[in-house]
């Protein structure tokens, strides 16, 4: 089993960047695929951006394809999202996850954060 703790949310105005950290433990996190997932007020919960176990392999939503960046240190059992540009439709708390599977994309995944808020202020 794999747990995920996420780090570096916080209060933002409208153009600025956030850096977000995931930490993995209790499991090899370097055979896992990892993403980012965002769930803002009244929303469903969507796939943000998602990488593949040794990095070749990346997905972001349109929404934030240009702005966000996600990357993976597995050596660290760390993974990463750069936001910039931030909007306020961007406001939501945003969970990592993980598992062995092998498809990105998919939503299904078996480890989650607790998560971590991210607020943008116009």
């Known amino acids: 089993q794999v747990r995920l703790l996420e780090s570096g949310g916080g209060l933002v105005q409208a153009g600025g960047s956030l850096s977000l950290s995931c930490a993995a433990s209790?499991?090899?996190?370097?055979?896992?695929?990892a993403a980012w997932f965002r769930q803002g007020p009244g929303k469903e919960r969507e796939l943000v951006a998602a990488i593949s176990w040794g990095g070749g392999t990346i997905y972001y939503a349109d929404s934030v394809k240009g702005r966000f960046n996600i990357s993976r240190d597995n050596a660290k059992n760390m993974m990463y999202l750069q936001m910039n540009g931030l909007k306020p439709e961007d406001t939501a708390v945003y969970y990592c996850?993980?598992?062995?599977?092998?498809?990105?994309?998919?939503?299904?995944?078996?480890?989650w954060g607790q998560g971590t808020q991210v607020t943008v202020s116009s």
């Open positions: 209790g499991h090899t996190f370097e055979h896992y695929r």
């Open positions: 996850a993980a598992d062995s599977r092998l498809i990105i994309t998919t939503v299904d995944y078996d480890y």
